[in-house]
């Protein structure tokens, strides 16, 4: 069974970066069985789709994020991350990683979750 562990920093400033950590277990991000997703959810909104990246490395992002979003890998460490630049309050959420079986670019039924990280933007 394949799990996910988000990390990184609980706190960021406006105008930073914010980067975030999933350590895949169980399962290998070089494997055509998923496809790697980086989530969040707004206090009081729903899920926002951000971004994936696919077992080969290509990576897709949501139009309305893509200026600011990158995400990539490390094969050696098994783990995929997510940057977010010129962060504001809006960027504040939960931050989840997730995997699924098919490439949609955008919300979708996924197979597993990390539990979640809270990140808030405040000076």
């Known amino acids: 069974q394949v799990q996910l562990q988000e990390s990184g920093p609980g706190l960021v400033k406006p105008s930073q970066t914010l980067s975030l950590t999933c350590t895949v277990s169980?399962?290998?991000?070089?494997?055509?069985?998923?496809?790697w997703n980086w989530i969040r959810q707004p206090p009081g909104k729903g899920l926002e789709w951000m971004g994936v990246?696919?077992?080969?490395?290509?990576?897709y992002y949501s139009p309305s994020l893509k200026s600011r979003t990158s995400i990539s890998r490390d094969t050696s460490r098994n783990h995929f991350t997510l940057q977010l630049s010129s962060v504001t309050s809006e960027d504040s959420a939960v931050y989840y990683c997730a995997i699924g079986p098919v490439l949609r670019l955008r919300i979708s039924g996924y197979d597993y979750w990390g539990q979640g990280t809270q990140v808030t933007v405040s000076s």
């Open positions: 169980g399962g290998s991000i070089t494997t055509g069985d998923y496809y």
């Open positions: 990246i696919t077992y080969s490395g290509s990576t």
